[in-house]
């Protein structure tokens, strides 16, 4: 009987990992790394200075967007910077202030190339590396 149930779970297991494959063979999603990492001050409180280190990635839909991102990526950067330069020391430490950060940056990104370019080309932005001090 637990050679049966053993049997059924590997085989369940074989065709969800081939059922996930074939999906993923079918996307043709790209990612696109700033480098170096973003590095700015954000709002502190008292006389201590604080500041952000982060790097970031935005996943786009097929290839041929990664060249406008590329092209872009200096007005990206500044973008984020701006973004992050304006956020307080609790949002900065929170998860929840840093998911609210990672959506506001997103939003702001895809609206700016939708006026450089006329479409957003973003589907997510990904913070890979968060430090803060």
């Known amino acids: 009987m637990k050679f049966v149930h053993s049997l059924l779970l590997c085989c369940s297991l074989f065709f969800s990992s081939l059922a996930y494959s074939q999906e993923a063979g079918n996307s043709s999603y790209a990612y696109f790394g700033f480098e170096p990492d973003i590095i700015t001050n954000y709002i502190s409180t008292g006389k201590k200075l604080g500041y952000v280190r982060i790097t970031a990635e935005v996943m786009v839909e097929n290839q041929s967007a990664l060249s406008s991102i590329e092209h872009h990526a200096p007005l990206i950067r500044d973008a984020i910077i701006e973004i992050l330069g304006h956020q307080r020391e609790e949002d900065i430490k929170s998860l929840k202030g840093r998911e609210e950060i990672r959506i506001l ?29």
């Open 105 to 133: 940056c997103q939003e702001a990104v895809n609206d700016l190339l939708v006026q450089e370019t006329g479409k957003k080309l973003v589907s997510k932005l990904l913070f890979t590396k968060y430090l803060y001090q």
